[in-house]
């Protein structure tokens, strides 16, 4: 497969050491593109489910994949999120092109871009309310199980899969009143006079302009490998939400040598601490 030169590209959510990661789908995208910038926003590997019983290769693959394009010349920002959030001990380390931070400011084409993983605006994911969130981390880890025990049986009698986990996660996400997530990181975001406000978090992938009287941003989520299989990618002085389609991906990928290109006019970055 011919790699895609991409300017940016924004993955979050991906969970892996989860039953629910979908790990070699994220790697047949990886191998098919060629992006000058990764950023990485937070929860790619799952902290609080982690376990050293469950960490298959098709998982240790992604990191390979990173690292590969990492040694083609792609800059890799990893941004923490809440899942991931025993590296934010780390925030500021920087080795060759991979860079360790909290959030991350991005110009790109004369627009400021405001990108972090979205957890501070959650209070499910602090204080007592963070053993509950770890308690319904590992019921969704075995509802994605559950899921799939009758997608095989499903499979096996020619009807259509279900996506069991995915509803549940909708009705979740309803609850914890998604629009009102979306609305305060807008706010921030004209407050501070960005163009573009990116997050991950809520397994959501979305673009939207938000407006209110104090002017307007363009809102983007990344969406997630674990049920929407979903990535933001900047190309052609626009952003587009990639959704995965395995018709799309051969079985087999071969890993090309590419040398990077940048496409856009400008890019520039800002490394931030995690303090709104």
């Not at 000058?36 to 019983?53: A, E, P, Y």
Request: glycine share 6%; aromatic share 10%.
């Amino acid at each position: 497969m011919e790699k895609r030169a991409v300017d940016v590209v924004v993955i979050s959510d991906v969970h892996l050491g989860t039953y629910g990661c979908r790990a070699k789908e994220l790697v047949a995208y990886l191998k098919s593109i060629l992006p000058n910038i990764l950023i990485l926003n937070g929860d790619i590997i799952d902290g609080w489910q982690f376990s050293k019983r469950y960490f298959p290769s098709s998982h240790m693959a992604v990191i390979k994949e990173v690292l590969n394009l990492i040694m083609k010349g792609t800059r890799v920002f990893y941004i923490t999120g809440n899942h991931d959030e025993l590296l934010r001990r780390y925030s500021d380390f920087q080795l060759s092109h991979l860079t360790l931070t909290d959030k991350l400011v991005l110009e790109i084409d004369n627009k400021m871009h405001w990108i972090f993983h979205g957890d501070v605006f959650d209070n499910t994911t602090r204080g007592g309310a963070r053993i509950l969130a770890k308690l319904g981390s590992n019921g969704y880890g075995a509802l994605i199980l559950f899921n799939r025990l009758v997608n095989f049986v499903l499979k096996a009698f020619g009807r259509e899969k279900l996506s069991i986990s995915k509803k549940v996660m909708a009705g979740v996400n309803k609850m914890a009143k998604i629009d009102d997530f979306e609305h305060i990181a807008a706010e921030l975001a004209i407050e501070k006079k960005y163009d573009y406000v990116i997050c991950g978090h809520i397994h959501q992938p979305q673009k939207r302009v938000i407006e209110t009287e104090k002017g307007k941003v363009t809102y983007l989520n990344s969406g997630d490998w674990v049920e929407h299989l979903t990535a933001l990618e900047y190309r052609q002085n626009e952003w587009r939400i990639f959704e995965y389609n395995e018709k799309d991906f051969p079985q087999t990928a071969i890993d090309i040598p590419a040398k990077v290109n940048v496409l856009t006019d400008e890019i520039s970055f800002y490394i931030n601490s995690l303090a709104i």
